[in-house]
């Protein structure tokens, strides 16, 4: 593995917080199966994680003296593992996105607009709910639940459809793929249990939730794909035939990566849902063990 690994569990959590390094300088610029549509998918993903991250770990760290939960000793080490473990994802995807921007894809102004979408979402949403008693703690913890329940059902489908993992061929961004999902899956009910500490069980709480799920995803379908549109279309690579190779790794019904997702996306909306349900235990173990964790 092209990767230096540190592994800790300073917080005593379930989970422990892998430090990877990892060098991107030989990843090739088409690293997925030499496909521009499929290689610029995946790094228009990877656009969204450092400043998407950055805001899941403010927006626990907003709540965590809630007074429902401070004195949840438990959760309080997971929260502190969570912080750790999306900490080394933003660390990695900024290596991986430099390594992208030095070939000329302009993942920088990519990066800006990530910010930008979430400043705006959470600045409306905290004005429309105003009136409701929501204030922007609230709304940012609503929208990173909501969107960590993405993160995990895709990493889901990364580690269990080995028609995806075949086409990353390239084995630094493999690994960095795979150690993300993987990682993703551990802390999946962390911002969940802060939500539903600070929410509640209630009709409230799950009307606000699965709401935000909804926006959420409309969202991020609308910005990958504009990212996807500008890098392909700034790399003179925007042709029917990439286009028709993305849906198939995107959208096909029997292999896509997102439609792959809807069975466990939706499940987001049962009464009672918890992350936990999902059992990806086994899963975990081998991928665990395949990369020498
Ligand atoms: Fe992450
Ligand atoms: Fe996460």
Not at 38 to 60: C, K, N, Y
Not at 239 to 258: D, P
Request: charged content about 20%.
């Amino acid at each position: 593995m092209n990767a230096k690994v540190n592994i800790t569990n300073r917080a005593g959590a379930s989970f422990p917080v892998r430090r990877m390094n990892f060098d991107f300088n030989t990843v090739p610029e088409y690293w997925m199966s030499g496909s521009a549509g499929l290689t610029h998918f995946m790094t228009a993903l990877s656009a969204l994680f450092p400043a998407g991250e950055m805001f899941f770990i403010d927006s626990v760290r907003a709540v965590r003296q809630h007074p429902a939960i401070k004195d949840n000793a438990e959760l309080q080490k997971e929260i502190s593992a969570f912080i750790g473990q999306e900490a080394m994802h933003t660390q990695e995807h900024v290596g991986f996105n430099a390594s992208a921007q030095k070939y000329g894809h302009d993942i920088d102004t990519l990066d800006r607009y990530t910010g930008k979408v979430l400043k705006f979402s959470s600045k409306f949403l905290a004005a429309v709910g105003k009136p409701f008693g929501f204030n922007k703690e609230m709304v940012d913890l609503t929208i990173t639940t909501a969107l960590e329940h993405f993160t995990a059902t895709i990493a889901t489908q990364l580690l269990s459809n080995p028609y995806l993992q075949e086409l990353m061929t390239d084995e630094t961004m493999k690994t960095m793929w795979l150690w993300h999902a993987i990682e993703e899956n551990e802390h999946k009910a962390v911002a969940y249990d802060v939500y539903e500490g600070v929410f509640g069980k209630g009709v409230k709480s799950y009307t606000v939730r699965t709401a935000a799920l909804v926006a959420a995803m409309v969202t991020l379908f609308c910005v990958q794909s504009y990212f996807l549109l500008r890098l392909l279309k700034q790399d003179n690579k925007l042709s029917l035939n990439e286009l028709k190779i993305v849906y198939e790794y995107g959208y096909s019904l029997e292999k896509g990566v997102i439609t792959g997702m809807s069975k466990e996306m939706l499940e987001y909306f049962k009464p009672g849902f918890h992350p936990n349900d999902l059992d990806t235990h086994s899963l975990l173990a081998k991928w665990k063990e395949k990369l020498g964790f």
